[in-house]
């Protein structure tokens, strides 16, 4: 529960029209695949990449480069600040901003990233969440750590006690996050969850394409790339976050590579390990996120492996081929 829900299968009429939607696992080429579709194309892509939205972190999230944020337009790439708690549903909201602002001007829009609940926001719509202020925020985290998970369920269940029935007694984030709806809102977080939203996109006009790696060569470009980032400075940004004096728990801390090279720098773990332990991290991620893929995403979603040309319609032919 992140600020906004998913509403369901819900289907119909967005505002984005002739979309290509590119999801997969983290290496799998996604990036790749959408420059030389919106190059093609003169498209426009849009990140949709939880971990991508963050600045600091350019090289150990892989963003697109700069060179290759000059080839196209690219949106919501680093735009947020890594204090900053960023949920599905202020992606969305972002995204409809680009819209309202005119930010596709009639050109393709390709969405292309790793985080199946944005793809399934813009898809089926989610429902919205009450905005929280952040003195309640604070106060339930706050909460959380001096009384723990268990009594903050207690309290949800004398409070509320159907969304305290669908939690576990130890999930303190979703408890919290029941409390400080609860809270600000003076409504259950079931209420909210059960109002449905609408769709951005057009999912009749729409292409979606999951790219399926060969898993043996998907854990080779994870290692490789992973060796490219410390090359081009990741030890650095995750000196710059650490001096930032975040929370932890803040989402952009959670970072593939940011515990790990931590330990590493603060003498706990020897580079070479925290290294490999940074490589075996995101191999598990990438398993993780082709499961959910598998078993989310609908018929719709045409498999793609490396070689397969891609071909559909958006304002004319498209095609280019997944390259390894």
Known sequence: MSGIENSGGQAGEGRVKNAVLIAGPTASGKSALALELAERNGGVIVNTDSMQVYSVLDVLTARPTAAELAHVPHFLYGHVHPSTAYSTGAWLRDVTKLIDDGAFLERPVIFAGGTGLYFRALAEGISEMPDIPQSIRDRWRYELQEQGAAKLHRILLREDSAAGMMLKPTDGQRIVRALEVLDASGRSILEWQAAR???LIDRASTRFFVIEPDRAELVERIEARFDRMLEKGALDEVRRLTELGLDPDSPAMKAIGVRELQAAMGGKLSFPEAIERAKIATRQYAKRQATWFRHQLGPEWLK??????????????LQCNLKS
């Open 197 to 199: 939203g609408r769709p």
């Open 304 to 317: 793609l492996r490396h070689g397969d040309r891609v071909e559909s319609t958006i304002s004319g032919p």
